[in-house]
C-alpha cells in the first residue's frame, strides 16, 4: 500500500463523517499532496495537529510544528537562509554529529543527502508543512539584519517624507505608517519577540531618542536604540493597526490586532499611555505557539502530589478552585491546563477571559468588554443559564462577581478562577474580606493553588558547582553539613548569553479540609488556618522553589528573587 493511501485510509478511520469529501478529494493528493493538506485544513476535516501527523505517519516520519520548538541559535546558523528557503527545511536541533531537520518532503533521500554534506552531520528529517517552514525560517533566519535594513530605511525616507519641520507628535507621521519600510520594521521587531519567547515588547520615549525592550523569561531586555522619529512612526503604526485614535497623545488608550506571518497568527494586547517624553507603548503578546504547547496540565512542573491533588478537586462536580499569584506568574496558563484535563464531549465548558489568550477547540470562551458594560459578573450572569457543567472566570475583581461565583458553585457549577494574592492563605480570606459571607466561602471553595514562574537553567550550558557553607545555611534550615550539588548556566549562543531559557513554576497548594471549613466559617485568622494546613502537608512555595533547585531546573538566585522566607505565625484566635 502506497503512502496515499495509508494516508487516505487513516483519514476515513479517523473523520468517517468526512469520507464523501476525503473521497472526493483524492486525485488532488496524488498531483498536490501539499495542496490538499491546506484544503483539508481549510475544510475542517481535522484539526491541524492530527491531519499533519496522519500524513507524517503515512511517510514513516514524525511531524513537528516548528513554531512550538524553542530552536537554538547555533540550530539556525547552521543551514545558509538560501538553501533553507529553496529545500523548506530548517535545522530543529544538532547533538554531536546528528542532527534533526524539518523539511516538507523528508523522504527526499537526494535533499537529505545534500543537507548531510552542507551540515557535515547525519540528518534525520521530521515533516513539517511548508507554510510553517516559511514562518520560522523569517522569524528565525536573519531577522536581526531584516531590523537593521529596515531601521535605515526608515531614517533615510523620513526627512525626505516630513520636509524639514521637526515631528513632535504622532499625528505629524501619521502618512508614514503605510511605508513598507515602517511595515517591515515592526514585524520584524514583532518576530524577534517570538524568536526570544518574550511575552511583551516595550516602546520606550526617552529625551532623545527611544529604545525596545523585551520582558524575556521575566526579565526586561534592551533589543535596540531607535532614533525619536522612528518611535513616533512605530508608535503611530501600532495605533492605526488597533483602530485607535493617531493624534490622541495625551490620554491612555487600550487596544489590540492581530498579524499573519505565513502560518503563524499572532495577536496583542496593547497600552498607550503618555510619559514625560511622549507616549509609551506595551504589546502583550498573546497566545504565542510556544506556549501554547504547554497548556497541558501534566507539563506544567507541578509536584507530583499537588498535580494529583489538583486533578482530584476539579474532578468534583461543584466547587471552587482559585489560582493565585501575582500579574505574570502563569495563572492563566494553569487554568487552561486544568480545562484541557477536563474538556470532553459531554460537558459544557465555559470560559469568561479579559483578553481570550489562547483559542481552544470544543470551548466556548466569552471577552468582557468593560467599555460597553459587559463585565465578568455580568457575562456570567449570562452563562449560569446557559447550562454549564463548568466555567473559568479570569479574574475576581469585585464583590458582585465573587458573589455569583460563590452561588454558580453552590448550585452545581464547577468554577476555576484567579485572585492577587501573594499566597494560598491569602486567597482563602480574600474572598470574606471582599465581602462574601464566610458561610459561603467555607463549603464552596475546594482548592487554592498559588504560583511563581522562576527562570530554567539552559540545557546546553548547564554545569554543576557546590555552593558555600553560607549559602546552604542560609536557605536550608535543616542543613546539617551535608554536601551539596547545585546547578547554575554559564551562558551560551542557544540561551543568549544569560545561563537560563525558559521558566518553571513553583507551586503551593491547599486542599481546603472539613476543619478548614469550620475555621473559614468562625473567622479564624490566618496562623490557625496555616496550622491545619501544615496537619494535612501543605508545602510552602519556597519549599517548592528549593526542591526544583536542588534537581536542577532553577538557582537559589531566582528561588530567592522570587520567593518571600517562609514565615511563621503565631496562632492566635479571632
Not at 539556525?76 to 531537520?101: K, M
Not at 501600532?238 to 499572532?266: H, I, M, W, Y
Not at 443559564?385 to 452545581?412: K, N, S, W, Y
Request: some cysteine; aromatic content about 4%.
Amino acid at each position: 500500500m502506497s503512502n496515499v493511501e495509508v494516508f487516505l485510509d487513516s483519514l476515513r478511520r479517523s473523520a468517517p463523517e468526512q469520507v464523501q469529501l476525503i473521497d472526493s478529494r483524492s486525485e488532488l493528493l496524488k498531483a498536490e499532496p501539499m495542496k490538499l493538506l491546506t484544503d483539508l485544513l481549510e475544510r475542517s476535516v481535522l484539526d491541524k495537529t492530527r491531519l499533519f501527523q496522519h500524513w507524517a505517519d503515512s511517510l514513516g516520519v514524525a511531524y513537528v510544528n516548528p513554531m512550538t520548538v524553542a530552536i537554538p541559535t547555533d540550530g539556525y546558523e547552521q543551514l545558509p537562509v538560501d538553501i533553507a528557503r529553496r529545500v523548506l527545511a530548517i535545522v530543529l536541533n544538532s547533538l554531536g554529529d546528528a542532527a534533526t531537520v524539518a523539511m516538507a518532503d523528508p523522504v527526499n533521500t537526494k535533499q537529505i543527502e545534500s543537507l548531510g554534506k552542507i551540515l557535515g552531520k547525519t540528518v534525520s528529517p521530521v515533516f513539517a508543512h511548508p507554510g510553517e517552514i516559511a514562518t520560522v525560517i523569517d522569524m528565525y533566519l536573519g531577522n536581526e539584519g531584516n531590523i537593521a535594513t529596515n531601521l535605515h530605511t526608515v531614517c533615510s525616507q523620513l526627512p525626505a517624507l516630513i520636509g524639514a519641520r521637526e515631528i513632535r507628535t504622532a499625528a505629524d507621521v501619521a502618512d508614514l505608517v503605510e511605508s513598507r519600510a515602517v511595515i517591515e520594521l515592526l514585524n520584524s521587531i514583532i518576530l524577534t519577540a517570538y524568536r526570544r519567547r518574550a511575552s511583551d515588547i516595550h516602546l520606550e520615549a526617552r529625551a532623545d531618542s527611544s529604545r525596545v525592550r523585551m520582558r524575556i523569561d521575566g526579565d526586561m531586555e534592551t533589543i535596540m536604540e531607535l532614533p525619536r522619529t522612528v518611535h513616533l512612526t512605530l508608535l503611530a503604526r501600532v495605533k492605526v493597526l488597533c483602530q485607535l485614535d493617531v493624534s490622541q497623545n495625551r490620554l491612555p488608550q487600550d487596544g489590540a490586532f492581530e498579524l499573519d506571518f505565513g502560518a503563524l497568527n499572532t495577536s496583542f494586547r496593547v497600552s498607550t499611555l503618555p510619559s514625560l517624553y511622549g507616549e509609551k507603548a506595551v504589546l502583550r503578546v498573546l497566545g504565542s505557539p510556544l506556549s501554547q504547547s504547554l497548556l497541558n496540565l501534566d507539563t506544567l512542573g507541578l509536584p507530583h502530589s499537588t498535580l494529583d491533588a489538583v486533578k482530584r478537586v476539579i474532578s468534583r462536580p461543584s466547587g471552587i478552585l482559585i489560582v493565585c499569584g501575582p500579574t505574570g506568574s502563569g495563572k492563566t496558563t494553569t487554568l487552561y491546563g486544568c480545562i484541557n484535563h477536563l474538556n470532553r464531549p459531554d460537558l459544557n465548558i465555559t470560559t469568561i477571559e479579559d483578553p481570550v489568550e489562547y483559542r481552544l477547540p470544543d470551548i466556548t470562551q466569552h471577552q468582557v468588554n468593560a467599555g460597553i458594560g459587559l463585565t465578568f459578573a455580568k457575562v456570567l450572569r449570562s452563562v449560569l443559564r446557559q447550562d454549564p457543567d463548568a466555567i473559568l472566570v479570569g479574574e475576581i475583581r469585585d464583590l458582585e462577581t465573587a458573589m455569583i461565583a460563590t452561588d454558580a458553585a453552590l448550585t452545581g457549577h464547577f468554577v476555576l478562577t484567579t485572585l492577587h494574592t501573594n499566597n494560598a492563605l491569602q486567597a482563602v480570606t480574600r474572598l470574606v474580606e471582599i465581602g462574601v459571607d464566610p458561610y459561603l466561602v467555607a463549603p464552596t471553595t475546594m482548592g487554592v493553588l498559588s504560583q511563581r514562574l522562576v527562570r530554567r537553567i539552559c540545557s546546553s550550558c548547564k554545569e554543576s558547582y557546590t555552593p558555600t557553607d553560607a549559602e546552604l545555611a542560609a536557605h536550608f534550615s535543616n542543613w546539617q553539613g551535608v554536601p551539596v550539588t547545585l546547578y547554575r548556566g554559564r551562558g551560551c549562543p542557544k540561551c543568549f548569553d544569560t545561563g537560563y531559557s525558559g521558566r518553571v513554576g513553583i507551586y503551593e497548594f491547599i486542599e481546603v479540609s472539613e476543619k478548614m471549613r469550620e475555621l473559614i466559617t468562625e473567622r479564624q485568622s490566618v496562623a490557625l488556618l496555616l496550622e491545619e494546613a501544615k496537619r494535612v502537608g501543605h508545602r510552602t512555595l519556597r519549599y517548592d522553589g528549593l526542591k526544583k533547585a536542588l534537581i536542577g531546573w532553577t538557582t537559589l538566585e531566582e528561588v530567592e528573587r522570587n520567593t518571600l522566607p517562609d514565615v511563621a505565625y503565631e496562632p492566635v484566635a479571632t
